[in-house]
């Protein structure tokens, strides 16, 4: 069983800046991108940012661009993804997953509200 696991979610005013964490298995994360997704309530899961092996980012959803970082710390074999400026709609669920293996970690809840 590959176990990708998230955390960091909860509850934040807006405003607010989190940083959420994805920790990888060793065997894959040197060798494989990774992605964050997110499904608020009522809608489709979503690309949030993803980040190639190199370290390369990619960011899919246009509202984030400019307040969401993703980076990688391949001493740790962990991916961030940095939010800041946090709005009422960037409430989600927020999941990792290994890009191309289909292994997806549990889910994070991030609740905006003031």
């Known amino acids: 069983q590959v176990q990708v696991v998230e955390s960091g979610g909860g509850s934040v005013q807006p405003g607010g800046s989190p940083r959420l964490s994805c920790a990888v298995p060793?065997?894959?994360?040197?060798?494989?991108?990774v992605g964050w997704y997110r499904q608020a309530p009522g809608r489709q899961r979503e690309l949030v940012a993803s980040?190639?092996?190199?370290?390369?980012?990619?960011y899919a959803n246009s509202p984030v661009k400019g307040r969401f970082i993703i980076s990688r710390d391949n001493a740790k074999n962990t991916v961030y993804l940095q939010m800041d400026d946090l709005k009422p709609e960037d409430t989600a669920v927020y999941y990792c997953?290994?890009?191309?293996?289909?292994?997806w970690g549990q889910g994070t809840q991030v609740t905006v509200s003031s």
């Open positions: 980040i190639s092996s190199g370290g390369s980012p990619y």
């Open positions: 060793g065997s894959y994360f040197s060798s494989h991108g």
């Open positions: 997953t290994i890009s191309g293996m289909g292994y």
